[in-house]
């Protein structure tokens, strides 16, 4: 038999073997991270081994990009302690497309530690997937037929400081080889919001303090009205839920309350007082 068109053949039926033993997940069918994060996969020479080092096209050009949304649908800049998130993956892809597949891990900045906090959809659209150096993956399950993956994140403990979110994408021609598909990646860091250590608010009918912030156990409110009177103390979740209530004739005069928030749940919440007539509202959040 030719000797080149042998060679041509293993790498072929080489191309092929990797193409299908990937398509249910890198990190599932191979151990591997290939995301470009420092500590995924690299080549003999020290660089990133990515999904573009199989995945290479002229006919199908790709970018992938990371957005970090809140429940509110709002894209987010920095985030909170121990909220929940959505880091949206998007694959957009240019050319005979028929198909998406991605990876993703978020690390410390100050270690490029796994902060495992991916939490499994349940769709087919994406999965989780831990490798043998203990790295969590969120990775596609078989190959999408959308460009879109929406895993949901928790953010870490107070304290933890910024950090990134690799990704590797590829838009996919689904010839059930590696060839013709377009891979790409990125990076997006995102820095842990800047709260300070007292929420405080002043209007017309009281000062009002909140501490420690982010809250822990137990919220310590210091208010300061005005003038003696009767007071509604109440407090609300980031969906608008009343969580805490208070009715209470209040004398002129800096006072403190310790509301127990150790079932709260993870987020931004919003404490407010009236007199009625007048309210004061802060901000304050419980990791």
């Known amino acids: 038999m030719n000797i080149k068109f042998t060679t041509a053949l293993l790498l ?7 193409s299908l033993s990937n398509k249910n997940g890198r990190a599932a ?3 591997k991270g290939n995301t470009g994060a420092p500590g995924d996969e690299t080549n003999t020479n020290g660089t990133a081994r990515t999904c573009g080092f199989c995945h290479t096209s002229t006919s199908i050009s790709s970018t992938v990009s990371i957005r970090l949304i809140n429940s509110a649908g709002d894209t987010v800049s920095n985030y909170l302690p121990g909220q929940q998130y959505t880091a949206l993956v998007r694959v957009n ?6 198909g998406y597949a991605f990876q993703m891990i978020a690390l410390r900045n100050a270690d490029t530690t796994d902060l495992d906090g991916f939490l499994d959809q349940g769709t087919n659209n994406y999965k989780l997937s831990t490798i043998a150096n203990g790295r969590t993956y969120a ?3 078989n190959i999408s037929n959308t460009d879109g993956f929406a895993v949901r994140w928790i953010a870490p403990p107070a304290g933890t400081g910024p950090v990134t979110f690799y990704a590797a994408g590829n838009a996919v021609n689904r010839n059930g080889t590696s060839t013709g598909d377009g891979a790409s990646i990125t990076a997006v860091q995102i820095p842990e919001s800047p709260v300070s250590g007292i ?11 909140v501490f420690p912030n982010p809250i822990a156990q137990t919220a310590q409110i210091e ?10 103390l109440q407090i ?7 969580v805490y209530f208070m009715d209470a004739f209040m004398p002129e005069g800096r006072q403190y309350h310790a ?17 009625g007539q007048e309210r004061i509202a802060l901000k304050a959040v419980k990791y």
């Open 12 to 18: 072929l039926l080489f191309a092929a073997g990797i």
């Open 29 to 31: 069918q191979a151990g």
């Open 93 to 98: 892809g240019a050319g005979m497309v028929n």
């Open 139 to 141: 990775e596609h399950d």
């Open 199 to 209: 929420a405080e608010s002043t209007g017309a009918i009281a000062a009002m303090k």
């Open 223 to 232: 208010i300061n009205p005005r003038k003696a009177g009767n007071y509604r």
């Open 236 to 242: 609300f979740d980031q969906q608008g839920q009343r």
């Open 259 to 275: 509301i127990p928030s150790e079932n709260w749940q993870p987020g931004l919440y919003i404490i407010e007082i009236s007199d």
